[in-house]
T-cell receptor, first 115, second 110 residues
């Protein structure tokens, strides 16, 4: 069975540009969450989506947005990139927002470098 | 969401038992205690979750006292491959809005 897949694995962007990161959850999982992990720190929660609706948002500026598609895959968009957006972006999937095991399965992440 | 506090780092030797304690004084009634492991350049991996008393699986045990204000992750007979960062989280059951702290960096030495 395929795990959580994220694309691309690495990305280099210039300040001011926009970036889209993609995540495919484990088959059957309906909840997707996004995290940002800066080097040396723990992952910071950005968004949670369940059944295509936003169910949670962390303390990130409006430059960050996301959506979930009918097939439960998700995209994270970041506009007007800043140097401080350089980080590992992690996607986690789990069976559902309500009911079931809360164990979250993380992908390998997308390493974003802003120059 | 309850804040957690855990040691920044720990050292151990191969074959020893490692216990990492986490405090979560403001844990709420519906919160569960969850531990994740993370290797460099990889996403975190679920280790164990519990609500009270003791939980054991094939890789670890989780001890939670009656007041639930702390918990201890126990790793039996660690090996070099257990060198990683371990995160303690308090999670509202069925809610994946997980707030990670800085974690505990465990180094296992030969």
């Amino acid at each position: 069975d395929a795990g959580v897949t994220q694309s691309p694995t690495h990305l280099i962007k210039t300040r001011g540009q926009q970036v889209t990161l993609r995540c495919s959850p484990i088959s059957g999982h309906k909840s997707v969450s996004w995290y940002q992990q800066v080097l040396g720190q723990g992952p910071q929660f950005i968004f949670q989506y369940y059944e295509k609706e936003e169910r949670g948002r962390g303390n990130f500026p409006d430059r960050f947005s996301a959506r979930q598609f009918p097939n439960y895959s998700s995209e994270l968009n970041v506009n007007a990139l800043l140097l401080g957006d350089s980080a590992l972006y992690l996607c986690a999937s789990s069976p559902g927002h309500a009911g079931g095991n809360t164990e979250a399965f993380f992908g390998q992440g997308t390493r974003l470098t802003v120059v | 969401l309850a804040k957690t506090t855990q040691p920044i780092s720990m050292d151990s030797y191969e074959g020893q038992e490692v216990n990492i304690t986490c405090s979560h004084n403001n844990i709420a009634t519906n919160d569960y205690i969850t531990w994740y492991q993370q290797f460099p350049s990889q996403g975190p991996r679920f280790i164990i979750q519990g609500y009270k008393t003791k939980v054991t699986n094939e890789v670890a045990s989780l001890f939670i006292p009656a007041d639930r204000k702390s918990s201890t992750l126990s790793l039996p007979r660690v090996s070099l491959s257990d060198t990683a960062v371990y995160y303690c989280l308090v999670v509202l059951y069925n809610n994946n809005d997980m707030r990670f702290g800085a974690g505990t960096r465990l180094t296992v030495k030969p």
